[in-house]
């Protein structure tokens, strides 16, 4: 395998859940779009989309060769 990484520009919140709060990601129209979102999870009024780190970079590096 190889190691990649990411830089990000700004980190807003870091924030540990347990397991139970995320739920199935919903029925979004568009599939290139669901496939790069793991779960959802809402606490208080914020809806919290687990993305699916491992697919974006799987598709960038299949792009950039």
Do not use: C, N, W, Y
């Amino acid at each position: 395998g190889r190691l990649i990484g990411l830089i990000v520009d700004a980190v807003s919140d870091i924030l540990t859940l347990g397991q139970d709060k995320f739920l199935p990601t919903p029925d979004i129209p568009s599939t290139e779009i669901k496939e790069f979102i793991e779960s959802v999870a809402t606490i208080d009024d914020r809806m919290i989309q687990l993305v699916a780190t491992d697919q974006i970079l799987e598709a960038r590096v299949d792009h950039a060769a």
